[in-house]
């Protein structure tokens, strides 16, 4: 009669390792956390840049992370983001080959990417029992007929085709 060990039996179609934490089924049963998780988690002390070459598990880390903390964790991906229009503006060329600095362009740009981000998801929510998008959620609060409707119904259009 065999002993059972409690070990684990692999299938010959499992994948141990695989080269991205992403790609790793087994990434949630075998994550060993080794005190970075519990520091990236604490909001209160400010080391929570993650840093380390490849293959050291800041993949894994914040997988971990999102996985823990799934309520307050939006992932980005910024393929997934239409920027690259700005890349092959002809616009922006033009101005840095005369000499112009737009590194103060960039930073707004991506502060304004990541804030309509933040804002989607966060109104994307359901609210009374329904789904509810940003535009939604904007349309509702300005739906009267003010003076300045036109101007908010411009932010609104501006808004609802990102």
Not at 8 to 37: H, N, P
Not at 43 to 60: C, F, M, N, P, Y
Request: proline share 1%.
């Amino acid at each position: 009669m065999a002993k059972k060990t409690g070990a684990y039996k692999f299938k010959s179609t499992d994948q141990i390792g695989a080269a991205g934490a992403e790609d790793d089924e087994f990434l949630s049963k075998c994550f060993v956390d080794t005190g970075y998780l519990s520091l990236l988690e604490d909001l209160k002390d400010h080391r929570q840049i993650v840093l380390g070459r490849t293959g050291s598990g800041k993949s894994a880390l914040l997988l971990m992370f999102a996985e823990n903390k799934k309520d307050h964790v939006i992932t980005i991906s910024p393929e997934e983001l239409a920027l690259t229009y700005v890349s092959n503006s002809t616009i922006l060329s033009f101005f840095s080959n005369l000499g112009v600095n737009l590194d103060p362009f960039f930073k707004l740009l991506w502060r304004h990417v990541l804030t309509v981000e933040i804002l989607s998801h966060h109104f994307s929510k359901y609210e009374n029992g329904k789904k509810t998008s940003l535009v939604d959620y904007i349309k509702n609060m300005f739906s009267g007929n003010s003076s300045k409707q036109q101007e908010i119904q411009g932010v609104i259009d501006y808004l609802d085709l990102n």
